[in-house]
């Protein structure tokens, strides 16, 4: 059944999690009529997902095996002039999980998690009211956490999906031709002024870069997106700024992967 991301429906959601001063931290989930309709509208859950790291791997998979390249496009192209967030995170889980391999744990020495997805090992607790928070918030934050691409997967299915207009396909080519020639050096953070055809806010612009880095539209010859194969956790511990991988490691002097925006989205590209 399809969620109802209206303000209405998303206030109990907002309203728990972030207050005038940012971040609050509720030990369980207050009994509000905004809440209760959050939890009828589909968008906060009565119950966290209890887990594991193959089940985590194996939702991921399946649910990026039923998404198109285009309808995950699509969907972060029509997050541009509409600010719905939820679907511009789509096209950087479906990044992420697109060619993530079937396999069972296997410790990166000395770390505690896979070696090729970053989870931990045995049963786990997913609170998937504070992924559903970010989700709505931010477009995601934990852009190549395993839990977050199978819930946020998982979610897209259920998402109400909107068509790209004219105006979402200029602001996009406006950004990459920014990302493509910018004419001072600037990283994947110092460039979020020079982002602001996108409306929204400079957090949401700074995940928006992240979902373009997942895709391999903005990442560098040593630091490569998911776009041509997955990424292991060992390869991407590292890192220099804290943005997610590869962002973290692009400066304007790398510009676009041209390729990887055709592949991703190809109405920009043209
Ligand atoms: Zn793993």
Redesign the pocket.
Known sequence: MPYDPSPQSLRGLMETYWGPHGWRTPSRLPDTPAVQRAISAGVMFEEPWTTN?DDL?ERARRAAAVISLDEAGDAFLASLTSRRLDLRSALGSYAVARLLPS?A?EELPGSGM?L??G?RPGEQTVDVNILSFERFKWGGVRRDDIGYVAFDLEQFARAPRLTPTGADIDISRRLIEVLRNSDRKATSTSILPELRMVPGNKDERGTLLEILGVCGIVETPDHRGYAQSYVPAGQRAQRPVDTAYPACWWTSEHGVNTDNLALFLPQTAQ
Do not use: A, N
């Open positions: 790291h791997v396999h744990f896979c090729t997805c989870l």
